[in-house]
């Protein structure tokens, strides 16, 4: 079942704009990772923050997390063309679900136009 | 880039034909996923595995199978395709840590139509 629902479920921008994505969730996590999947492509690894952090920043990326809304969001900063893609938010559930298992939202689709 | 690998990237095939999915992985990872993802939409577990010869089934109803046979492979087979297996099917493998952080590292899918 999903645990993460992304939102907006699509967002346009101008290159150069800050795009923020929005996760929510519904049980106790250990973790929250970011995902970015180019069209017809598989998923890559952005950042982690685990339950008790509240912000992590990675380059143009940040990260937050509130764990008593059970809500995270990702703001890329200066955004490029480059950029475009789907974002997922995945959850690692706490207690542990069998062996860690991830739980991936539907993702947010972002277009940065140049 | 991650060191897994899936092919064939594209399978156009007949109903009825049966299928093998291949995916490889050289980080020496001990889990590995199957997913399946439709254009734009959420990924659905379908199959996990903890080892070698270990497998388990995921949230999503599926009537593929799977193996795992070795560390690096972990192939899909469906028995006899259907158009309403028509998907990406993308795999995934990461490090078994105790600490419970499980970052995956995805091929590139393979995108399959059945007629």
């Known amino acids: 079942s999903q645990q993460g629902e992304e939102d907006p479920q699509a967002l346009s921008i101008q290159e150069g704009e800050n795009a923020t994505m929005n996760c929510s969730y519904k049980t106790s996590i250990n973790n929250l990772q970011w995902y970015r999947q180019n069209s017809g492509r598989g998923l890559v690894h952005l950042i982690l923050i685990r339950s008790n952090e509240r912000e992590k920043h990675s380059g143009r990326l940040r990260v937050t997390l509130d764990t008593s809304k059970k809500s995270s969001s990702l703001l890329i900063t200066a955004s490029r063309a480059a950029d475009t893609a789907s974002y997922f938010c995945a959850t690692d559930d706490f207690p542990n679900n069998a062996g860690n298992m991830l739980t991936f939202g539907g993702g947010t689709r972002l277009m940065v136009k140049p | 880039e991650a060191d897994i690998y899936q092919t064939p990237r594209y399978l156009v095939i007949g109903t009825g034909k049966k299928i093998t999915l291949e995916c490889s992985q050289t980080m020496g990872h001990d889990k590995m996923y199957w997913y399946q993802q439709d254009p734009g939409m959420e990924l659905h577990l379908i199959h996990y595995?903890?080892?070698?010869?270990?497998?388990e089934k995921g949230d999503l109803s599926s009537e593929s199978t799977v193996s795992r046979i070795r560390t690096e492979h972990f192939p899909l087979t469906l028995e006899s395709a259907r158009p309403s297996h028509t998907s990406q099917y993308l795999c995934?493998?990461?490090?078994?840590?105790?600490?419970?952080?499980?970052?995956?590292?995805f091929g590139p899918g393979t995108r399959l139509t059945v007629l």
């Open positions: 595995s903890y080892g070698v010869n270990s497998t």
């Open positions: 995934a493998s990461s490090e078994y840590l105790t600490s419970g952080t499980d970052t995956q590292y």
